[in-house]
Nanobody, 127 residues
């Protein structure tokens, strides 16, 4: 069974920073030798879930939503089976539940391409 567990969310003032982490476990990831794209998505109250950032299996390519470009950075440590989202210059509009997800065999920013999802971690940015 595959599990993704997010951590690092919390309450921060506008202009502050947070780093989210996603820990991955399960037999599937071991057998595929880490060849999966990792993504972060978020869902604000009353809104649809949206793409935030993604990173390919070897970290060679990264993708960002326009709203976070220049402020957020996605990285991964395949040896540790972790993915991170560093969020700087946070704004109240970044408030949302942030989800980690994994897509096997494809480089993608499309939600429906992601096979596995975490439970989410709340990020709240106060003004």
């Amino acid at each position: 069974q595959v599990q993704l567990v997010e951590s690092g969310g919390g309450l921060v003032q506008a202009g502050g920073s947070l780093r989210l982490a996603c820990a991955i476990s399960g037999r599937t990831f071991s057998s595929y030798a880490s060849r999966y794209t990792m993504g972060w998505f978020r869902q604000a109250p009353g809104e649809e879930r949206e793409f935030v950032a993604a990173i390919t299996w070897n970290g060679g390519s990264t993708y960002y939503a326009d709203s976070v470009k220049g402020r957020f950075t996605i990285t991964r440590d395949n040896a540790m089976k972790k993915t991170y989202l560093r969020m700087n210059s946070l704004k109240p509009e970044d408030t949302a539940v942030y989800y980690c997800a994994a897509a096997l065999g494809v480089s993608t920013t499309v939600q429906s391409d992601y096979n596995y999802w975490g439970q989410g971690t709340q990020v709240t940015v106060s003004s």
